[in-house]
């Protein structure tokens, strides 16, 4: 089936330490997207790629990386920089275009211990 | 700064009824538009998308576009239990290349009473 695969489901991090958040599509889409999402909030873009060895910040860039070395894997990196991490993360893909939807994987949770 | 609002509820409609929401958007120039529901600590799910004014029907769910006022809505019918979810409008507001890049409103939560 195709799909976009987010893991881990659950992430928990260390005061100072980096962790990396996989997002992987077998839709053969161009565009991947990361969001933020906090309780009772809306989706926040972090980074949008439209394709390989590029990608542009969304609105919340900051503390955050990414990297898009093949068409289907866009993972997100959470640094040590980024001071309230806690969040619901969520990767999307979509087609080429500008009317095209955004489909989305299953999410991860990543909490401070 | 370009916008995407809506009410944020909960919105109560009984079983059986039509529950009603609504999204208003700040950039004229957007060109397509689209609903989310999302349950309770689940990802979002695509149920409609809309691109022209006027009505667009898909099983009970219909999506209306009146881009002259700004403003996209959508009607459930026959309104179920399995309904309740948080629903979340979203518009391509600016272009960005390639990429479809979407404003999400904050969502209206819906509650389907029995």
């Known amino acids: 089936d195709g799909g976009i695969t987010q893991s881990p489901k659950y992430l928990f991090r260390k005061e100072g330490q980096n962790v990396t958040l996989s997002c992987e599509q077998n839709?053969?889409?161009?565009?991947m997207y990361w969001y933020r999402q906090d309780p009772g909030q809306g989706l926040r873009l972090i980074y949008y790629s439209q394709i390989v060895n590029d990608f542009q910040k969304g609105d919340i860039a900051e503390g955050y990386s990414v990297s898009r070395e093949k068409k289907e894997s866009f993972p997100l990196t959470v640094t040590s920089a980024q001071k309230n991490p806690t969040a619901f993360y969520l990767c999307a893909s979509s087609r080429e275009g500008d009317y095209q939807p955004q489909h989305f994987g299953d999410g991860t949770r990543l909490s401070i211990l | 700064q370009k916008e995407v609002e809506q009410n944020s509820g909960p919105l109560s409609v009984p079983e059986g009824a039509i529950a009603s929401l609504n999204c208003t958007y700040s950039?004229?120039?957007?060109?397509?538009f689209f609903w989310y529901r999302q349950y309770s600590g689940k990802s979002p799910e695509l149920i409609m998308s809309i691109y022209s004014n006027g009505d667009k029907e898909d099983g009970r769910f219909t999506a209306q576009l009146n881009k002259a006022s700004q403003y996209v809505s959508l009607l459930i019918r026959d309104s179920q239990p399995s309904d309740s979810a948080t629903y979340l409008c979203?518009?391509?507001?600016?272009?960005?290349?390639?990429?479809?890049?979407?404003?999400f409103g904050t969502g209206t939560r819906l509650q389907v009473t029995l």
């Open positions: 839709l053969n889409h161009d565009a």
């Open positions: 950039d004229r120039g957007s060109q397509s």
């Open positions: 979203a518009v391509n507001i600016e272009t960005a290349g390639t990429a479809s890049k979407l404003t």
